[in-house]
């Protein structure tokens, strides 16, 4: 890339935005093949215990109905050496281990018609009383588990800090289960060619899905391939692959026809994960200024029997400030429900709802003010790893958006602003994310007209992938925009990670930076090696690439455009595929930035790496009603290199609406009887709407980060969520004086 960008940082609209609202963008479940056949599942309606018997001669007999696959007949699969989540192996099973288990698939002619048979499945039950209630499992006590990710941490000796704190918090948190529900449901269609299995699906990783049914079907890598070009929504629940992709492929091997499988939103709520209930005990000590002494999390999240999914909650508080003494535990309950799984920001939404709600209570406690306290707490370095940050501009964070949001103009008491009926509060919270970078591939093509091709496995969850990639290609290379066109999302692209932990800007970025780079120089290489060319003899270095020529910088009347060059070399099309992965300043073995000083030390992970911003809120309370709204909402974030200032703010935005809509709205609620959610819908299931939403204003504060990948940016599809609930429990805290932590935080309880 030039040192001064045409398109990158610029706000452009999405490129793609023109095929989606005019309906031309295929999500997967549009795709069509000849001779389309329609599957659609059947569920149990208990949670635990075992089919007895399932009578499917009804449904066979229904109109158009091709096959009823249960477990009786059901053809052998190999046993995958890591099995999906949330799947029992075999796919179908007669024990039951939750309520919305798989059990049967009807495959018909029409989609109406394989619904109407999937009806017809009659299935009788061995019942068990399931286990639904995290709070009475834990009474009896629980694993100490280890679940997906490091569940403790430790520092320092916390019960001596608790000891000698002068104030302390000792507070319980809770954060509900979550549904997901992303506009486009989850589908698959599944197309077989002899040994070769082409799958739409619906999916934040097509690498990652094609992995997975490889191995189920006992298939070569390359006689899979997944595409996926759009994705109507992800945030995590189509990070993995869950049990309706292989039972598509497998009901198109058995009725020997493609099959298309979309889940209905009701199974939206069962199989395909939710973001598990929390409970967070947490303890801080500090002394009379402030300075924290002691930090003890201890948590728990439920699972499911099939998996052992662990919501992190511990990494917020054991990073996000100094403090010499930090004890970190969680635990695992296990419940008979399907299995949890990522959602935005996993356990640092969640976490970081308690840790901050903490702080504020510390505040409280100290009579200090809340941003003052987080200043006084400010970490210089990642203190539970000892690195230090590649790159971290909170304090300016913190400085912008207290200016913008006029927190000055806060009267510390709880309860003393009001506006009429409205009660005011004032609320922040401090945001973090870890900025992740995996391996990534891509390849880069130009043709003889200076067009430029680039291909990417990786993918756009509606996040504006498409657009960055070609404003990133565009640059590098050095032609207009206009002449980049940009394919991603298909298993026959070089490949590029799941798109799961805000990395994919900054994974797939890299890769195409690099890609791109590299075809320039080749194409280039042609012309300074020709003693006829007016670039003869120049080095690369030399020469500006600029809306599709390539001239010397200091006598830009040498030059030559890409379109001559190709034709004078008598090319058609040159290409370049490049390969970006973490570097040794990650722990990486891609090798540290040449010539720094921590490329000299070598080592593992010599930086740690985390975006960061600052929430500040108004919320309004009727004072006789409970009714709570957001009235104001200010932050900041420092995010490395701007790649799109326009859809990275509307991530960013994205993420503090799903931090409105867990702080004041979703819940997804259990018929414990049956471990059954029963607002499984999207008029009971409550997600904020246009109206519950203030504007929300977004400073991106300047940051260069030169260690976190080679294109220098941070991910932002997740931080915007982390630390919202929090400042806005914060606020109602300070407009009525009540402390609530449960989420959601509803009327009825500001009522009582
Ligand atoms: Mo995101 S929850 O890591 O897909």
């Known amino acids: 890339m030039t040192d001064s960008p045409t398109y990158v940082g610029q706000p452009l609209d999405r490129i793609d935005g023109r095929l989606k609202v005019t309906g031309s963008a295929r999500y997967a479940a549009e795709f069509r093949a000849p001779n389309l056949s329609f599957a659609t599942l059947v569920a149990a309606s208990i949670a635990r215990g075992r089919v007895r018997s399932l009578v499917t001669t009804f449904a066979e007999r229904a109109p158009g109905v091709l096959a009823v696959i249960t477990a009786a007949n059901m053809p052998r699969m190999p046993r995958p050496s890591v099995p999906p989540a949330g799947d029992s192996s075999p796919l179908l099973d007669r024990e039951i281990r939750y309520s919305g288990q798989i059990i049967a698939v009807v495959v018909a002619e029409t989609h109406e018609q394989a619904q109407y048979a999937a009806e017809l499945v009659h299935a009788e039950y061995d019942m068990l009383a399931p286990s639904a209630n995290m709070e009475r499992e834990l009474a009896r006590g629980f694993e100490p588990n280890t679940g997906n990710a490091p569940p403790s941490s430790k520092r320092g000796d916390v019960q001596s800090g608790l000891a000698a704190a002068s104030t302390r918090v000792d507070a319980v948190y809770r954060t509900p289960t979550y549904h997901h529900n992303p506009m486009e449901p989850h589908a698959t269609v599944a197309i077989w060619n002899g040994e070769d299995l082409l799958a739409y699906d619906a999916t934040q990783g097509v690498s990652n899905t094609a992995q997975n049914l490889a191995e189920q079907f006992g298939l070569a890598p390359e006689n899979v391939r997944v595409v996926d070009p759009f994705v109507g929504g992800g945030f995590g629940c189509k990070g993995q692959s869950w049990p309706h992709t292989p039972l598509a492929a497998l009901a198109a091997r058995v009725v020997n026809r493609p099959v298309r499988l979309e889940l209905p939103r009701r199974q939206m ?17 500090s002394d009379a200024s402030g300075k924290l002494a002691a930090i003890r999390h201890q948590a728990f999240n439920h699972t499911s029997e099939l998996d052992d999914f662990l919501e992190p909650t511990g990494n917020t508080p054991s990073m996000l400030y100094s403090c010499a003494n930090v004890e970190v535990t969680q635990h695992l309950v296990r419940l008979n429900l399907g299995s949890p799984t990522y959602q935005r920001a996993p356990g640092e939404s969640t976490g970081n709802f308690a840790h901050e709600t903490a702080m504020d209570e510390l505040a409280v406690r100290l009579r200090l003010d809340p941003l003052e306290l987080r200043l006084r707490n400010y970490a210089q370095s990642d203190e539970k790893t000892g690195h230090p940050w590649s790159s971290k501009s909170l304090r300016e964070c913190y400085a912008a958006a207290a200016q913008s949001f006029g927190w000055s103009q806060r ?16 609320g922040m919270a401090t945001a973090a994310y870890p900025a992740n970078f995996r391996p990534a591939g891509a390849k880069a093509q130009m043709y003889s007209d200076g067009s430029v091709r680039v291909l990417c496995g990786t993918q756009d969850l509606g996040t504006g992938t498409y657009t960055i990639l ?3 290609a565009a640059d590098t290379v050095g032609v207009p925009i206009s002449k980049v066109r940009v394919e991603i999302a298909d298993t026959r692209f070089p490949d590029a990670p799941t798109s799961g ?10 890769a195409v930076l690099m890609a791109c780079r590299a075809l320039r120089g080749r194409v280039l290489a042609m012309a300074l090696a020709d003693e006829g060319s007016p670039l003869f003899n120049l080095k690369a270095s030399d020469i500006e690439t600029r809306d599709g020529v390539a001239s010397a910088r200091q006598a830009p009347a040498r030059r030559m455009s890409y379109v001559e060059i190709f034709g004078r070399y008598g090319k058609r099309v040159v290409e370049q595929e490049a390969f970006a992965e973490p570097g040794r300043e990650r722990g990486g073995g891609g090798g540290a930035p040449q010539g720094t000083e921590q490329a000299a030390k070598g080592g593992s992970g010599q930086y740690s790496m985390y975006a960061f911003g600052a929430h500040f809120c108004e919320v309004r309370v009727d004072a006789d009603l409970g009714t709570v709204r957001v009235a104001r909402w200010n932050a900041a974030f420092a995010l490395g290199k701007v790649l799109n200032a ?23 609620l259990l018929d414990e009887r049956y471990a059954r959610y029963v607002n499984s819908n999207l008029s009971e299931y409550h997600v904020p709407v246009n109206a519950d939403i203030p504007e929300i204003a977004i400073e991106l504060i ?17 931080i915007g969520i982390t ?18 932590r449960e989420l959601p935080i509803t009327l009825d309880q500001l009522l009582v």
Not at 646 to 658: A, D, F, M, S
Not at 723 to 740: D, E, F, Q, V, W
Request: charged share 20%; hydrophobic share 35%.
């Open 723 to 740: 630390g919202s609930p929090a400042a806005i429990g914060n606020a109602i805290y300070h407009a009525t004086g009540r402390r609530l």
């Open 411 to 426: 009267s510390a008491a709880p309860r003393s602003m009001r506006d009429g009926r409205w009660l005011v509060g004032y």
């Open 470 to 472: 070609a404003q990133v």
């Open 501 to 510: 932990g805000s990395c994919s800007a900054t994974s797939a970025g890299s």
């Open 269 to 285: 709520f069962f199989t395909v994960g939710h973001r598990p209930e929390t409970r967070q005990a947490e303890t801080l000590g």
């Open 702 to 718: 300047p940051e260069k980060d030169e260690f976190v990948s080679p294109l220098g940016a941070k991910g932002a599809g997740e």
């Open 646 to 668: 326009k859809t990275l703010r509307n991530q960013l935005q994205g993420g503090i609406v799903w931090g409105i809509g867990m702080a004041l709205e979703e819940k997804s």
